[in-house]
């Protein structure tokens, strides 16, 4: 059955930085786009970036460009956001999804992990 698991999670001050891994099972990475959201309290989830299936291209919502970069490991079935420059409004639950390419709307992705906390103060 399909799975994705987030991991890295944690509190982290200001300024610091953490890698989150998105670890999948059942079914073929190599097919497949992830794409990285986050939703803290109260807020709707939003789109962080996005890395394609096709020829790897990444993509990245304007308050984490710069800082936040996406990557994947198709032969260990894992992706990665590794995130630099943390602020504290970067707090949130961090989820990856599957989907067919970099979608749009959050209802088109085809698969979602459990998320992961991130957490972001002095």
């Known amino acids: 059955q399909v799975q994705l698991v987030e991991s890295g999670g944690g509190l982290v001050q200001p300024g610091g930085s953490l890698r989150l891994s998105c670890a999948t099972s059942?079914?073929?990475?190599?097919?497949?786009?992830i794409g990285w959201f986050r939703q803290a309290p109260g807020k709707e989830r939003e789109g962080v970036s996005c890395?394609?299936?096709?020829?790897?291209?990444?993509y990245y919502a304007d308050s984490v460009k710069g800082r936040f970069a996406t990557s994947r490991d198709n032969g260990r079935n894992t992706v990665f956001l590794q995130m630099y420059s943390l602020k504290p409004e970067d707090t949130a639950v961090y989820y990856c999804a599957a989907g067919n390419r970099c979608y749009v709307e959050l209802f088109q992705w085809d698969y979602w992990g459990q998320g992961t906390q991130v957490t972001v103060s002095s």
């Open positions: 059942g079914f073929n990475l190599d097919y497949y786009a």
């Open positions: 890395i394609s299936n096709n020829d790897g291209s990444t």
